[in-house]
């Protein structure tokens, strides 16, 4: 007797050879519908259509389909519709459920619950795993339609949420892309899992990124895209940047970073917005760096960089102009509860956007001021940035008040303040940050404002003939 397979899928890919493949080495009946059995005919494939096996489609009582899966099928073969593109063809919720492929979904279900007996297959890359399996693998093939189920239902029910205006509930479902080394420290265990949407990227050599590496990794390349058409490069460590800068090449904006703070350079991230070239890879090479990111390598400088066996050296495919895009909610899970929030996208506002001082900033101080503005986003509360020239000069952050942060950056920076910019994350509360930075000849400050105290402090920087510019935006990170 014969074998039967049952296929409908939505991603053609692969499936015509597949199934001829079953149908003349391994006497599998070739069983379908809808577009799927179209698609199959016309590749010359014999397709029974699978309501002359007696299902109707009244027939969705879990009992009578488990037993006709029992009964009809050894295989099933199902993928379906992406919930996102069918939610992009409608905004009507009835049209949208219509779309929704009941009968597959429930002969998905039923096929896994008897994965004794019926081997199931949701992914293109399980085609050809299917030929040879034991009880292990049908199980672990069940597994992933249970998961593939689990993640169409939440899809599903988040559609519907929105069409309905409610956020009552939120569903998080992940698979695991792999077990890492160790989370922050050697004694915590950790894994990396892949939320809905992710950067494409690729690691170029051997090894593997670390629970840290990735953090680090995530800042980086989260400071490098505010400037993703400029030749720009970050440096960041334990999740924290140290120096930011732009130039009129990369490799002049990377010498401008790393002067910001050389010693945060070893065991350090470095994200490069273009190409990495030779003469930043022979730059690197000579330093004690433990991940380097950018789009594209040159092919001397990659070889190079291969040389040296302790560095990561991370190729980012997702366009950079696009990285803000990719990840929309950030999610923390505490012993209070759950917090959700959207990520932080915040771009400066003309309206909001306004100079409250007697003294103006020139031009050129203004397009400081917005570079400094970008780097305080990312840099820990309560931060305080000095820069010059699109090169930071200093980095204060992770202070419990702003004005300690302002004398902090101040003293790093030294002598480099003078006519520079200071960048704040959240409203100046006091005069002494005023007093800091006039001790430090800085030339122009930009923050949020919106201080009980936004009276006295413009007066102090009137006083000093320092500008100011109002946000109104403030960007705290915890």
């Given at each position: 007797?014969?074998?039967?397979?049952?296929?409908?899928?939505?991603?053609?890919?692969?499936?015509?050879?597949?199934?001829?493949?079953?149908?003349?080495?391994f006497d599998y009946e070739i069983v379908s519908s809808g577009k799927t059995f179209e698609y199959l005919s016309k590749k010359g494939l014999k397709v029974i259509d699978i309501s002359d096996l007696?299902?109707?489609?009244?027939?969705?009582?879990?009992?009578?389909?488990?037993?006709?899966?029992?009964?009809?099928?050894?295989?099933?073969?199902?993928?379906?519709?992406?919930?996102?593109?069918?939610?992009?063809?409608?905004?009507?919720?009835?049209?949208f459920m219509d779309a929704i492929n009941v009968l597959d979904f429930s002969i998905l279900r039923a096929a896994a619950k008897d994965f004794?007996?019926?081997?199931?297959?949701?992914?293109?890359?399980?085609?050809?795993?299917?030929?040879?399996?034991?009880?292990?693998?049908?199980?672990?093939?069940?597994?992933?339609?249970?998961?593939?189920?689990?993640?169409?239902?939440?899809?599903?029910?988040?559609?519907i949420g929105v069409y309905s205006g409610e956020d009552e509930r939120k569903l998080i479902n992940m698979a695991k892309i792999c077990e890492l080394k160790y989370g922050s420290n050697p004694h915590q265990k950790a894994s990396l899992y892949r939320p809905k949407t992710m950067a494409d990227y690729k690691l170029l050599n051997e090894g593997e990124l670390s629970y840290n590496d990735i953090k680090n990794l995530t800042t980086a390349i989260n400071l490098i895209s505010e400037f993703y058409d400029m030749n720009?490069?970050?440096?960041?460590?334990?999740?924290?940047?140290?120096?930011?800068?732009?130039?009129?090449?990369?490799?002049?904006?990377?010498?401008?970073?790393?002067d910001c703070d050389p010693f945060a350079t070893f065991s350090g991230t470095i994200?490069?917005?273009?190409?990495?070239?030779?003469?930043?890879?022979?730059?690197?090479?000579?330093?004690?760096?433990?991940?380097?990111?950018?789009?594209?390598?040159?092919?001397?400088?990659?070889?190079?960089?291969?040389?040296?066996?302790?560095?990561?050296?991370?190729?980012?495919?997702?366009?950079?102009?696009?990285?803000?895009?990719?990840?929309?909610?950030?999610?923390?899970?505490?012993?209070?509860?759950?917090?959700?929030?959207?990520?932080?996208?915040?771009e400066l506002d003309k309206d909001l956007f306004r100079v409250v001082t007697k003294v103006k900033p020139t031009a050129e101080q203004l397009e400081d001021a917005i570079f400094a503005w970008k780097v305080s986003k990312f840099a820990r509360t309560n931060s305080v940035v000095i820069a010059k020239d699109f090169k930071t000069v200093s980095i204060a952050q992770g202070q419990t008040n702003l004005i300690a942060a302002t004398e902090l950056a101040m003293d790093i920076a030294c002598e480099n303040s003078k006519d520079a910019i200071l960048a704040t994350d959240e409203a100046i509360p006091a005069g002494e940050c005023i007093n800091a930075a006039a001790?430090?000849?800085?030339?122009?400050?930009?923050?949020?404002?919106?201080?009980?105290?936004?009276?006295?402090?413009?007066?102090?920087?009137?006083?000093?003939?320092?500008?100011?510019?109002?946000?109104g935006i403030r960007n705290l990170s915890f």
């Open positions: 007797m014969s074998k039967k397979v049952y296929i409908s899928v939505y991603d053609f890919t692969g499936i015509a050879d597949y199934a001829k493949v079953l149908n003349e080495k007696g299902i109707a489609d009244g027939f969705y009582a879990r009992t009578f389909m488990e037993t006709f899966i029992h009964k009809n099928f050894d295989m099933v073969i199902i993928n379906l519709r992406p919930v996102q593109d069918i939610a992009e063809k409608t905004d009507d919720v009835r049209q004794n007996d019926t081997i199931i297959v949701t992914d293109i890359s399980d085609f050809y795993k299917t030929i040879n399996v034991n009880a292990y693998d049908r199980q672990k093939l069940a597994l992933r339609a249970f998961q593939y189920m689990a993640d169409y239902d939440e899809a599903v029910s988040e559609k720009a490069v970050a440096i960041v460590k334990h999740d924290l940047p140290c120096g930011v800068a732009l130039g009129r090449s990369i490799f002049e904006a990377y010498t401008k970073a790393f994200a490069f917005s273009q190409s990495v070239n030779f003469e930043v890879a022979k730059h690197l090479s000579s330093m004690a760096v433990k991940v380097v990111a950018a789009p594209y390598y040159e092919d001397e400088a990659l070889e190079h960089l291969k040389k040296n066996q302790n560095l990561k050296i991370v190729r980012i495919f997702t366009e950079l102009k696009n990285f803000k895009k990719v990840l929309t909610e950030d999610v923390k899970i505490t012993p209070f509860g759950v917090l959700v929030q959207e990520n932080n996208k915040s001790q430090g000849r800085i030339s122009l400050i930009i923050q949020p404002g919106g201080s009980i105290r936004d009276k006295e402090v413009i007066a102090m920087a009137d006083k000093y003939n320092i500008s100011m510019v109002f946000t």
